[in-house]
């Protein structure tokens, strides 16, 4: 995940949260909270129990098979794609963000080939911002209806064929 602050002002600024998972597991902040608390268990099976308990059992499969579909290898972090899991309001529209790459040739080298160990990620990040800055074009999606682009649901993903991203900005680091 990535956690950005962008300051609106001198004493202003909004904080926006975002992850390498194109839509989230839970639909909502109660669901969120179940698998939460789930995921504190000392067992799979009590995890497993506490969703059933929380969601019900058709809900839990959905949940654990949308971890499953979204489990991946993440080789650097500034070659993943952040998306906002569900809108935020910025003025008078609700939009879902995101943070897609821009390519360059940094973004294909630079890091660290093959890098292995607990702390992989921050050492290829740093290799990488040795060589350059690392940017991504910041990207809305503005809310449609409450089909195509639901506000409270964040499981839904972002749709390309429903309204094409704007890019509204560059995210340099």
């Known amino acids: 995940g990535i956690a ?5 002002g001198e004493e202003q600024a909004q904080d926006f949260l975002m992850t390498n998972a194109a839509a989230s597991h839970a639909r909502d ?6 698998a939460a608390k789930a995921t504190a268990s000392k067992s799979r099976l009590g995890m497993i129990l506490k969703l059933v308990r929380g969601l019900g059992p058709s809900e839990t499969v959905r949940m654990l098979l949308v971890i499953a579909r979204s489990a ?11 998306s906002s899991r569900a809108a935020f309001t910025i003025g008078p529209y609700a939009v879902k963000l995101r943070l897609q790459p821009v390519q360059s040739p940094q973004r294909a080298s630079g890091g660290l080939d093959g890098a ?9 990040l740093v290799a990488r911002l040795k060589h350059s800055d690392v940017v991504w074009d910041l990207q ?34």
């Open 72 to 82: 991946r290898k993440v080789d650097s972090l500034v070659t993943e794609q952040y």
């Open 140 to 173: 809305i999606q503005r809310y449609r209806d409450e089909h195509r682009t639901p506000i409270e649901d964040g499981t839904v993903q972002w749709e390309e064929n429903v309204s094409p991203a704007e890019t509204v900005g560059q995210l340099v680091i």
């Open 116 to 124: 292995i160990g607990d702390d992989f990620l921050r050492e290829d």
């Open 4 to 8: 950005v602050r962008i300051h609106t």
């Open 29 to 34: 902040a109660r669901q969120f909270m179940v």
